[in-house]
């Protein structure tokens, strides 16, 4: 009897097979991997922590508010909070119709009752309140802070906005924008949150607008209200109808608001930046609180500095999130090997978001370059084409300088093995964060 011919099978099915027994390992290897990153980054915020506990902030300098013509309005720009919040709080108390309030984090301090009491008191008086805010970024803030008059018309942007829907990566990313609008004649739009802390002890950067430019920041937050006025997120406050239906009349082509919407795939801001840098004739400087750039971002710098355009990037010598200053020290060694020079501000934490470029281009507004800001939150930012407030944010970065330490090539080179170790340990970690 002929003997039996073995089964002939797939190449799939025999590859897979054959790979079999090399799975345990593999999965062992990335559990490893996973597990080390997260105690790693346990320890380094635990350490972090306990090096902060009963430390202030070392004072810094910032100019006065600094305000400047664009067309038929101005803008001002703020690097004080206190400055910021006076302000923000006379809009509101002189409100007639209406006010749009957006914020990621709005603390339940003293600050934010003043934010509070200032809004209910509008509203009671007749004006039309909207308020939004992120539900995660205030997970830590007392329940009967979010208690609001029925006066008020609020959304809290949910936790978790999927529902069913888990796989669809358009319902994911936090409302990290701050907004406000008061009777579509004056906006507020920049980095600050709204806090004790906020007020004194952190640098950021923050716009006041006048004029037509106000309309593009009504709309930007009538479209989120309108989008996700009926989502999963708590509303209190009267009737949820669509927000903004008219257009406006007019617009300021030198200001233009760009918004990343991530339930509709739109991500305007890094094209932005691209954009602009690598149009850059002589000098690129951002400031950043975070920042962790993808490397097409990375090489755009580059090769703006390796064609003589003088890059330079401010950031945080310590921010408050340790993690990130870790991971975002992966790229440190291919920019200064281009001349990119990077400085890092010392004894306060620098929240800031803004470029200029060439004495004409400046942006100011919520994204951070990293991956969550770029390609996954809800953000908005300014671009302005205008030589005075390109000045006006090169009078600040000149401000924030002298309050940094340059990073030099030869003392980055000779940083300890296990500084080189962290940074390779938590470097997968980049396109997370």
């Known amino acids: 009897m002929a003997p039996r011919s073995e089964p002939r099978y797939p190449a799939w099915f025999v590859a897979l097979r054959a790979a079999m027994p090399v799975w345990p390992v593999a999965k062992r290897t990335l559990l490893t991997a996973v597990g080390l990153q997260l105690l790693l980054a346990i320890s380094l915020t635990l350490v972090d922590f306990y090096r902060r506990r009963g430390k202030k902030p070392a004072k810094f300098v910032t100019p006065a508010p600094i305000e400047v013509p664009i067309g038929s ?16 709080l006379a809009a509101i108390e002189g409100a ?22 200032a809004l209910t008191a509008a509203a009671e008086r007749g004006v039309d309140v909207f308020v939004i805010y992120d539900g995660f970024a205030n997970l830590v803030v007392a329940r009967r802070f979010k208690r609001f008059s029925p ?8 936790i978790y906005n999927a529902g069913l829907r888990f796989f669809d990566l358009r319902r994911y990313g936090r409302d990290h924008r701050k907004i406000l ?3 579509d004649e004056v906006g507020f739009v920049g980095g600050y949150n709204i806090g004790e802390a906020y007020a004194t002890e952190w640098r950021d950067t923050h716009c006041r607008i006048t004029g037509p430019g106000v309309f593009d920041l009504s709309r930007t937050f009538a479209d989120f209200w309108n989008l996700h006025r009926r989502s999963r997120g708590r509303r209190t406050g009267r009737s949820d109808r669509p927000l903004l239906l008219e257009t406006a009349a007019d617009w300021e082509p030198r200001i233009r608001v760009h918004r990343n919407v991530p339930r509709m795939w739109m991500f305007p801001i890094r094209a932005m930046y691209l954009e602009a840098i690598n149009r850059a004739q002589h000098r690129v400087w951002l400031t950043h609180a975070y920042f962790i750039p993808d490397q097409d971002f990375v090489d755009s710098l580059a090769a703006a500095a390796l064609r003589g355009v003088d890059v330079r990037v401010l950031i945080p010598a ?8 870790w991971i975002s020290r992966g790229y440190f060694s291919q920019m200064l ?5 990077v400085f890092r501000f010392q004894g306060a934490m620098v929240h800031a978001k803004t470029a200029t470029i060439d ?3 400046s942006t100011v507004g919520t994204a951070n370059v990293d991956r969550m800001s770029m390609t996954g939150n809800y953000e908005v930012n300014i671009e302005v084409i205008d030589d005075g407030m390109a000045a006006t944010m090169e009078a600040i970065f000149d401000t924030d300088l002298a309050q940094c330490v340059e990073l030099e090539a030869r003392h980055w080179s000779a940083r300890g093995v296990h500084r080189r170790f962290t940074e390779a340990v938590l470097a997968p970690l980049r396109p997370l964060l």
């Not at 309005?73 to 302000?87: A, K, R, S, V």
């Not at 007639?96 to 009491?117: C, M, N, P, Q, S």
């Not at 090997?337 to 020079?341: H, M, N, T």
């Open 318 to 325: 310590t921010s408050n999130h340790v993690v990130a200053d």
């Open 96 to 117: 007639r119709h209406r006010i749009l309030f957006e914020t990621y984090i709005w603390k339940g301090d003293a600050v934010g009752e003043r934010f509070k009491a």
């Open 359 to 361: 004495g004409r281009w």
């Open 151 to 158: 006066a008020l018309r609020v959304l809290e942007f949910p």
């Open 73 to 88: 309005g101005t803008i001002t720009t703020y690097t004080f909070g206190q400055d910021l919040y006076d302000d923000m």
């Open 337 to 341: 090997e281009a001349g990119i020079r």
């Open 181 to 183: 609008v008061v009777d």
